[in-house]
Each structure stands twice: as structure tokens, then as C-alpha cells.
């Protein structure tokens, strides 16, 4: 009865055109006339509760870093360091998109930013270059969701809040299977484009190759610097996002003096908008985790998956389809916020690493960004490329096998993620 008014209420809430936000709230209070607790003390405890953490401090800074890159002109040179090395080869642009999207993710860690970077840059150019319009923003929407597999990521922040496992040994783990996200579209596009007959632009000469590296080596420093100081302690990863921050808006204003300091202002209400957004998210479903808690939902879950308990693949392989599920219908921060307290005790009572579990949770809410009907990736590169939704999905589909593909990969093979992981670690 527990799980039938968890789920009502939410799905109801959600049918009625109500933000998730608020969604999350009612079905609180739900749960908590279910269990004769009610106390709108006890809500707005919650609800205090939920944002005020250390490592949520994370994300408006790198809101603030990518918003800083978009503006700040760093973006545009790791596109064209991408179209210096592999724009000559045949259907080059499209390696160009899947090379920045990898490249931007080590910078913002942000799905929707780095997309939107990417489709105004890049989708104009493919056009002209001859490329089928809806299968070149399909690539790029695909390409978009590896920002929140590649440290920095926003989602992994999220997470490791909501499950305490470590956000600096989930942002390690992250960086092959992000990588291998990217080599499954490398796959896809050049399958799909195998068969157009268009000439490639020129070979850069190395003159212009090491001009162009020379040009962004500012923007390739940050991932760098990043990863190196988490790897050997110098930051933890809230710390990391104010470094991001203010090294990009010291490159943008003094480097590249992109960003005049008359717009700094409305560069930082912009990303103060999106920060507020998903904090008041993560504050309103941690009320309902909550009480999902105390209503004992994992347990009840558990005791519906006990059959696979003894096959820790088997449970990853329900538990991911389950999310595969859940991603076509909802945004990726309430999915992680709703299903991490549920599928945690689950996880620890199977023996399956949580480190492993949280990549894998986190690519496959990523995945669910570009699954329709409510793929928030896709709904912001039909926007900016100006292409029908329906035109999209069809583009976006050979992508978006190639990376469930390499999903299933992972589950049947979990040394894919670990090995690489123990290295970085």
C-alpha cells in the first residue's frame, strides 16, 4: 500500500502538469498521511536539510564555470582544437562533435550546457557541410550527455550527497566509461555516415594545428588541473568547483577577454537561475527520501528482488532497466534523488561496489536525457538546431543504441569500469 501511494501520488502529481519539485513535496505529505506522521515542522526540516550540504556547494560553481566557458569563448577553442585534428577525415565534423562533447564534459559537467555549446557551434557547419540536419543534432545530443559521466560531474555530485558514497573516487571512476561512451558514438557515426559521398575540409598543416593548441591551451588546462588535484588530494571536489570557476573567469576576462565585465553580472544571474532550480530539486526529493526511509520502501523492494539477490548481474541488470524506465518519464536529478535511497540497500545487501553501481546509475540517467518523450537534452538541441522532435528522435537513435550497448557492456563486464577506476584511484 506503501509503494502504491508513493507512486500515485507522484505520477498523479506529476500527470497534473505540477513541477517535480513540488511533485516531490506532495508526495511527502502523502507518505506521511500514509504513516499518520504529519508535521509541517518536520517537511520544512527536511526540506532545510536537503540543501544545506558542503558538497552541494559544488554545483553552483560549476553552473557558474560553465556558463563562464559558454560566454568566455572557451567553448569555441576546444571546437576548434577538435576540427584541427580530426576535421579532415571523412565525415570529420562529426568526430569534431563527439572529440569537444568529450572535451567540454572534463570542463562543466553539465549535459544541457555543453549540448546547447555544441549544436549553435557545430550544427550550422554540419548543414552546410552537406550532413543530414536531424542526424547531425542527434549526434550532438548524444555526444552532450557525456558531461555528467566525465568528472566534473554534476550528477555524481548529487549522488555521492544522496547514497555518502565518495564523490572524488565516483569522478575517477567515471573517466574511461566516459571516454568508451564516446568511442561507442565514434562507432555509430562513422556506421551512419559511411555512406554519404561529401569532401572533408583540408588537413590542418602543422603549423596550424600547434597555433590552434597554443590558442586553447588555456580552456585544456582545466581538466587537468582537476583531475590532478583530486587524484592527489590538493582539493576535494566542492573545492575543485570554485577552482573551475575562478580559472575560467580569469581566462575568459583576462586571457581571451571574451567576457567583458559588463556581462559578468548577467553571467552570474544566469547560472544563479539554473543553480536554484536544482538545489530547491534536491532539497524537495530529500523530504520524500525521507520518508521513504521511514516507510521502509528499500526493504519492500528488497524483498520483491530477493531472486536476483544471489546474482549481483542479474540485480544490476534489473535495477538499470528499471531506470531505463523510469529516465523515458523523468529528468535525471529527480530520478537520482528518487531512486538512490531505494536501490542503495539493495546495491550494499548484493555486494555490488557502490562505486561501480553509482557510474552505471549515473550513464544510464545521462542515456535517459536523450530518451523521449521528456529528454531534457533533446527538447534544448531541437531548440537551438531548429529541428522538429520527431525528426530528432529519429536521428538520435543509431546513438542511442551504440551507448546502450556499451551500458550492457559494463553490466556484463564490471571490469570494464573497475580496472580503469583502480588506476585513476
Request: hydrophobic content about 60%; overall charge neutral.
Amino acid at each position: 500500500m506503501t509503494i502504491f501511494v508513493f507512486l500515485s501520488s507522484l505520477l498523479g502529481a506529476m500527470a497534473l502538469g505540477m513541477p517535480i519539485a513540488f511533485a516531490l513535496l506532495l508526495c511527502g505529505v502523502a507518505l506521511m498521511f500514509q504513516l499518520d506522521l504529519y508535521d509541517a515542522q518536520i517537511v520544512a526540516q527536511n526540506l532545510i536539510n536537503g540543501a544545506d550540504s558542503f558538497p552541494l556547494m559544488a554545483v553552483p560553481f560549476f553552473m557558474l564555470a560553465g556558463e563562464v566557458m559558454n560566454v568566455g569563448g572557451l567553448s569555441q577553442r576546444i571546437v576548434n582544437i577538435a576540427m584541427a585534428m580530426v576535421g579532415h577525415f571523412r565525415g570529420g565534423l562529426g568526430y569534431v562533435a563527439i572529440l569537444a562533447s568529450c572535451i567540454l564534459a572534463s570542463l562543466s559537467g553539465s549535459a544541457v550546457a555543453d549540448a546547447a555549446a555544441l549544436a549553435a557551434l557545430l550544427v550550422p557547419m554540419m548543414v552546410r557541410a552537406g550532413h543530414d540536419k536531424a542526424t547531425s543534432c542527434g549526434l550532438i545530443a548524444a555526444g552532450g550527455i557525456i558531461g555528467p559521466i566525465i568528472p566534473p560531474s554534476i550528477g555524481f555530485i548529487i549522488f555521492g550527497v544522496a547514497s555518502g558514497v565518495s564523490i572524488s573516487k565516483l569522478f575517477l571512476a567515471g573517466i574511461f566509461p566516459g571516454l568508451m561512451i564516446g568511442l561507442s558514438l565514434v562507432a555509430a557515426w562513422w556506421w551512419v555516415s559511411r555512406k554519404e559521398n561529401l569532401v572533408p575540409p583540408p588537413r590542418k598543416s602543422t603549423k596550424e594545428i600547434m597555433a590552434t593548441l597554443l590558442d586553447g591551451i588555456w580552456a585544456l588546462f582545466l581538466p587537468v588541473i582537476i583531475i590532478v588535484g583530486l587524484k592527489f588530494g590538493v582539493f576535494t571536489p566542492t573545492e575543485a568547483a570554485v577552482v573551475a570557476a575562478v580559472y575560467s573567469l580569469f581566462v575568459a576576462t583576462v586571457v581571451y577577454r571574451q567576457l567583458k565585465l559588463a556581462d559578468i553580472y548577467k553571467v552570474f544571474v544566469t547560472a544563479a537561475q539554473t543553480t536554484a532550480v536544482v538545489m530547491f530539486l534536491v532539497a524537495a526529493a530529500l523530504v520524500s527520501a525521507w520518508l521513504i526511509t521511514v516507510a521502509d520502501l528499500p526493504g519492500q523492494l528488497v524483498a520483491l528482488l530477493e531472486p536476483f539477490l544471489d546474482s549481483p548481474k542479474m540485480l544490476m541488470m534489473m535495477m538499470m532497466l528499471l531506470v531505463v524506465v523510469v529516465g523515458t518519464a523523468m529528468d535525471m536529478t529527480p530520478t537520482i534523488l528518487i531512486l538512490t535511497p531505494v536501490l542503495m540497500p539493495l546495491v550494499k545487501q548484493a555486494g555490488i561496489d557502490p562505486v561501480y553501481f553509482g557510474v552505471l546509475f549515473i550513464i544510464n540517467n545521462a542515456i535517459g536525457l536523450i530518451t523521449p518523450p521528456v529528454g531534457t537534452v533533446l527538447n534544448v538541441v531541437a531548440g537551438v538546431g531548429k529541428v522538429s522532435m520527431d525528426d530528432l528522435m529519429k536521428g538520435v537513435m543509431p546513438f542511442l543504441w551504440a551507448e546502450l550497448i556499451c551500458l550492457g557492456l559494463m553490466i556484463a563486464f564490471p571490469a570494464l569500469v573497475m580496472v580503469p577506476a583502480k588506476w585513476f584511484l
